[in-house]
C-alpha cells in the first residue's frame, strides 16, 4: 500500500503525511503537559506512537489524515493539523496540535486554512467542524479565525466520552464566501 505523496505547501510551511522521522518530534509534543492538554492528554512514548500510527493507518484507509507541519525556515517538525474523522466523531473535522515552540507564529491559521482548502477541494467534504475544548480559548479564537462560529456543545466518541466538547463549523459554501471576501 501506499500512502499519498501528497504536499501543500504555504509561506512558511509543508504539509504532508506523516513519516516515520516525525515520530520523535511527535512523542516530545505529546509528552509535553501543556501541549497535548487539550489532544487527548499527555502520554507516554508507547502510548504516542499508537496515536502517531492511527493517523497513519488513516491515511491508508480513509485516503486523508491529519498531515505533519514541518517548518521550511528549519525543516522541524512543529505539529500536525488537517482533516480527521474516525469512527463516531461527530462530523468531518479539521483539527491542530503544535508543538509549543510552533504556538504564537501564526502556523495554526496558516495551516488550517491550506488544509480546509485542501478537504474542501479534495475530499468533497460539505463542512469542517472543530472539536473544541471549552476551557481551550486560543484553539476557539482560532476557530473564529477561520470563519467557524460556536454550534453548541457535542460529544466525542470513547474513550473521550467525558471530555467536555464544543463543536465549531461551518460550511464549504460559507468557507468559500469569506475567502473570496478577503481575496
Known sequence: MHVPDIRIETDRLILRPPRVEDFDAYAANMADLEAARFIGGQQPRALAWRGFL?????WMIQGFSMFSVIEKASGQWVGRLGPWFPEGWP????????????????????GATAA???????????????????????????AQRLGSTCRGPGKLPAP??????????????????????RA
Open 160 to 181: 473521550y466520552e467525558d471530555s467536555p466538547t464544543e463543536i465549531w463549523g461551518q460550511t464549504r459554501e460559507q468557507w468559500r464566501a469569506r475567502q473570496k471576501a
Open 91 to 110: 462530523g468531518t473535522e479539521v483539527g491542530w496540535g503544535l508543538a509549543r515552540a510552533a504556538w504564537g507564529k501564526g502556523y495554526a491559521v496558516e
Open 54 to 58: 492511527s493517523s497513519a493507518g488513516a
Open 116 to 142: 480546509i482548502d485542501w478537504a474542501f477541494d479534495n475530499l468533497g467534504w460539505d463542512e469542517v467542524i472543530h472539536s473544541i475544548h471549552p476551557d481551550n480559548a486560543p484553539s476557539q479564537a482560532l
